[in-house]
């Protein structure tokens, strides 16, 4: 059965290579060699993934923006006419691949995944075999929906206040709620696990090689903004902050939890916990300080002024006047987009989520963390 079902698999790979390669001779527009490199990189070969093909990909997006357009209509095309559980996780892994690419004018494209992955079920074999994966295919294309508009949302912001030169007071905003926003993601990753007993495939390990790096990015990214902004963070923002820095530290213990998970599973960029960098301690006991005393701080006396008339004597109550604070040493959010960057890019080109190698992957550079494990 294993074998009929590999050869049937087999076969419609082939006739999607044989109607790429039909459409080569009547169309002008279409980047054939782009959509071929898609179908052999989302095959239905569950024990491996090609590599070659999907390095292919990366380099058609790096090359030229205008294979977006090319990529979008043959993923979507492919993975709305199947019922493979397979299929649709590669083509996850792929368009991962291809935000890690870093190309803003891509990215900014994108917006939200051109197709619905939210109730998949795998129609090939019964439930009872599938429902893991099915579950598995549901978060990881939640996880990758929303980062997918997350990365676009920031670029777009980026432009606009790079354009109009945005308010310190915008900024701060900005960034509580760009931090905010990594929360959830990384509450989403964390989600992102198999859960039944027949789960522990190749493809399914090298999924979560990915998304064991992609916690780490999201996590260290969290806790570097936290950092940068809590010199910065004033009466208002203290309880924004506070509330940040807590769930922070939650994150902190369920993403060990989470490697504990994966290296109990044979994930192999999991076999060691990364050490974090503690955040100072003082400076979230003065945002806690700074809360305190605004509860505890007296309501101002009233002023009163009398005014006489004829009449009567009229009280009127003056407010007490606000005063704003201005700094120098503001700093400007930069955090998301020095990934842009060429030094960057370098890298990112190296880590792209279908490209690991036998060897574990390890963060080699210290990330702020508000725990050490």
Request: glycine share 4%; charged share 25%; aromatic share 10%.
């Amino acid at each position: 059965m294993k074998l009929w079902k590999r050869a049937a698999a087999a076969i419609k790979d082939r006739k999607s290579l044989l109607a790429v390669g039909f459409s080569r001779r009547n169309s002008s527009y279409r980047n054939a060699d782009l959509e071929a490199a898609i179908i052999k990189a989302t095959s239905h070969d569950d024990s491996s993934v090609d590599y070659s093909n999907a390095h292919r990909v990366y380099k058609w997006i790096r090359s030229s923006p205008l294979n977006l357009k090319t990529l979008i209509n043959a993923i979507s095309s492919r993975v709305n006419h199947t019922r493979s559980w397979i299929v649709a996780l590669k083509s996850l892994m792929l368009l991962h691949g291809v935000l890690c690419c870093k190309v803003p004018a891509v990215i900014g494209e994108i917006r939200r995944l051109p197709f619905d992955l939210s109730g998949f079920s795998d129609g090939h074999s019964c439930l009872s075999k599938t429902w893991g994966f099915n579950v598995f295919v549901r978060t990881y294309f939640a996880f990758l929906h929303h980062y997918s508009f997350f990365l676009s949302d920031q670029i777009h912001r980026f432009r606009s206040n790079r354009m109009r030169s945005a308010e310190k007071g915008e900024t701060m905003i900005q960034d509580l709620e760009r931090i905010q926003k990594l929360q959830s993601l990384l509450d989403m990753v964390l989600q992102i696990k198999p859960i039944a007993d027949n789960m522990k495939k190749t493809l399914i390990l090298e999924a979560m090689d990915c998304l064991v790096i992609e916690s780490i990015s999201i996590y260290g990214r969290i806790c570097s903004g936290i950092i940068r902004i809590l010199p910065l963070a004033g009466k208002t923002e203290a309880a924004t902050v506070l509330k940040i820095v807590q769930k922070a530290t939650s994150q902190g213990e369920d993403l060990t939890i989470y490697f504990d998970f994966c290296r109990g599973f044979g994930v192999s960029n999991a076999r060691e916990t990364p050490q974090f960098v503690r955040i100072p301690e003082e400076k979230v006991e003065a945002i806690e300080k700074m809360i305190k005393n605004a509860e505890e701080k007296p309501k101002p006396e009233k002023k009163e002024k009398v005014v006489e008339d004829e009449k009567a004597m009229i009280v009127l109550e003056q407010p007490q006047k606000l005063q704003t604070i201005i700094t120098d040493k503001w700093e400007t959010f930069e955090d998301d987009y020095r990934c842009f960057d060429r030094k960057d890019n370098e890298y990112y080109q190296n880590h792209l989520p279908l490209i690991v190698t036998n060897q574990p992957l390890y963060i080699n550079y210290p990330m702020p963390d508000l725990i050490t494990f």
